[in-house]
Each structure stands twice: as C-alpha cells, then as structure tokens.
C-alpha cells in the first residue's frame, strides 16, 4: 500500500516526513509479507524497495542537510551520522536475513523503533532547522534527490 502524498508543494520538512512515511509503509509490508508467509520473490522485491529507499533518504540527508547543519551544531550532526551508519549495518544484517529467509519478528521490531526514534529525532532537531536555514535552493535540491512521490 503506497501512501498518498497529500499535496504536490511541500515544504523540506513535509516532504521529509512523508518520505519516513513511505519507508515506513514499505517496511510493514515487508513485515506482514514474513508473518504472512508470501511469496519469496514479493518479499525479496519489497526488500529492494525499502533498502534502496532508504539509503537514498539517508544519503540525500547526508549531502544537502547533515552537511551544512554541521557547522551549527556538529555535536548533534555527528550523532545523527552515527545512527545513519547503525542503520546501515543493521539494513545489511536484515538483507542477509531476507535473503536466507530467516528475519525474526522480534528483529524487525526493533529495527522499526530504532527508525522510529531516528526519524522523530531528526523531526526535531535537523529537518525544522532546515526549513528555516537552508537556502531554497538547496531545499529543492534536497527534494529531487528523494524518490519522487507517487
């Protein structure tokens, strides 16, 4: 089920969010996928979808915005950073379970609170200051390196 985008001009932080939304989505799909047993091939492509969807969040994040928020606050862009390289790690364990058919329940919980508290995190401390920091173009920028909203 793909989540509506409610309005074709967002602003940074919206589009943001929405995106954490669609990965979100995609990551319950995948989720109920394994509870529901379907097939190997619909599980392995939901897969694809949500790694590749959220490496580029990440790296998007990463090159317009943890960049230029680290000159005003590198303590908290640091840390951002770090949980981006946890996320990292953890998406390659996962995909190694995919692949072998194996992903626990309790591993993808944790996995979804982890994102969960991430994205929260960046909610409150990098996406608001973007908004009201970056410059338009930049934001835009930003923007059109997400996947485009369906």
């Keep these: 089920m793909q989540t509506a985008l409610p309005s074709t001009d967002l602003d940074l932080r919206e589009r943001l969010i929405w995106d954490h939304h669609r990965l979100e989505q995609l990551f ?37 915005v943890l960049s230029a928020f680290a000159r005003t606050d590198p303590v908290e862009a640091t840390a951002l950073l770090a949980e981006h390289a946890a996320i990292r790690r953890q998406l390659t364990e996962l995909g190694v379970g995919v692949d072998l058919h194996c992903v626990r329940a309790e591993t993808c919980a944790e996995f979804l609170d982890a994102i969960r508290r991430h994205a929260a995190r960046e909610d409150a401390l990098l996406y608001r200051w973007a908004q009201a920091n970056l410059p338009p173009d930049q934001q835009h920028r930003m923007v059109e390196h997400l996947p485009p909203a369906a």
């Design 28 to 64: 319950l799909e995948l989720q109920a996928s394994f509870d529901e047993d379907d097939d190997p091939r619909e599980r392995r492509r939901l897969w694809t979808e949500l790694d590749r969807g959220l490496t580029v969040h990440m790296d998007a994040e990463e090159k317009y």
